[in-house]
C-alpha cells in the first residue's frame, strides 16, 4: 500500500462550486500534514498545513482526520484561478515525507 | 519569507555529459535539502535527502553514482546528473528545510533535456 494516496482526477467544476479532494495516509505516527499547489511545469507551493483542529484560510478549509488517517482539502466559490495541481504531503518524522500523485483541478467559466 | 534559489533553470545538453544543478537557501540556513524528479503528468518522486556535512541518502531505485549530491554547505546544494541519457530528461526540483522537514521551501525547478 502507498504511503499516501490521491485521486489523480481530474476534477472540472464551474466557476463558483466547491469541491473537495481527500488523501489518505498509511503510517498512524505520522506528524505533520501539508498541502502545496502546483501550476503546470512549476514548482509546487505550500498552499495550507494542516493542524489537528482544522484550519481555514479565505475560500480554502483544511482538515486532519486522524482516526479514519486522511486529510482534506475544500475549497469555496472555486476560481478560473484556482486550476492547478493539489499535492497532499505528509511527514511521518525524520525527514521522512511523502507525496501524494496530485489531483489535478480545472476551473470552468 | 524564506527563499530557495534553483539554478539554472532550463539546461539542454548532449547525451554523455554531465550537468550541475545548484540548490541555495538564501535567507535561512537549510540543515535538510531534497531533490525530486518530476516526469511530466506525474507526481514529485523523492531522488534523495542530503543533510550537511554527510553523505545523502538516496531512495531506492535511484543511482548513487549517477545522481551525484554534494551538500557541503548549509545554504548548498549541488546535484550532479552524470553521463546524461535522453531518459534522464526531466524537471527536477530541490527543496530546503530549516526544521527538520516540517516546512519545505521550493526551488524554481530546472528543466533537463538530453539530446
Known amino acids: 500500500r502507498k504511503e499516501v494516496e490521491q485521486d489523480p482526477g481530474p476534477f472540472n467544476v464551474p466557476e463558483g462550486a466547491t469541491v473537495a479532494f481527500n488523501c489518505t495516509y498509511s503510517?498512524?505516527?505520522?506528524?505533520?500534514f501539508f498541502w502545496y499547489r502546483q501550476d503546470c511545469r512549476k514548482e509546487p507551493k505550500l498552499l495550507m498545513s494542516?493542524?489537528?483542529s482544522g484550519n481555514e484560510d479565505g475560500r480554502f478549509t483544511a482538515q486532519l482526520n486522524r482516526a479514519s488517517q486522511y486529510i482534506s482539502l475544500l475549497i469555496r466559490d472555486s476560481k478560473l484561478s484556482d486550476s492547478a495541481t493539489y499535492l497532499c504531503?505528509?511527514?511521518?518524522?525524520?525527514?521522512?515525507?511523502?507525496f501524494g500523485t496530485g489531483t489535478r483541478l480545472t476551473v470552468i467559466p | 519569507g524564506a527563499v530557495v534559489s534553483q539554478h539554472p533553470s532550463r539546461v539542454i545538453c548532449k547525451s554523455g555529459t554531465s550537468v550541475k544543478i545548484e540548490c541555495r537557501s538564501l535567507?535561512?540556513?537549510?540543515?535538510?535539502m531534497f531533490w525530486y524528479r518530476q516526469f511530466p503528468k506525474q507526481s514529485l518522486m523523492l531522488m534523495a535527502t542530503?543533510?550537511?556535512?554527510?553523505?545523502?541518502?538516496?531512495e531506492q531505485g535511484v543511482e548513487k553514482d549517477k545522481f551525484l549530491i554534494n551538500h557541503a554547505s548549509l545554504t548548498l546544494s549541488t546535484l550532479t546528473v552524470t553521463s546524461a541519457h535522453p531518459e534522464d530528461s526531466s524537471f527536477y526540483i530541490c527543496?530546503?528545510?530549516?526544521?527538520?522537514?516540517?516546512?519545505?521551501?521550493f526551488g524554481n525547478g530546472t528543466r533537463l533535456t538530453v539530446t
Open positions: 535567507d535561512f540556513q537549510a540543515t535538510t
Open positions: 504531503v505528509v511527514n511521518t518524522g525524520a525527514n521522512n515525507l511523502f
Open positions: 494542516v493542524y489537528s
Open positions: 503510517n498512524s505516527a505520522s506528524q505533520s
Open positions: 542530503s543533510n550537511e556535512g554527510s553523505k545523502a541518502t538516496y
Open positions: 527543496s530546503a528545510s530549516a526544521d527538520s522537514g516540517l516546512v519545505l521551501h
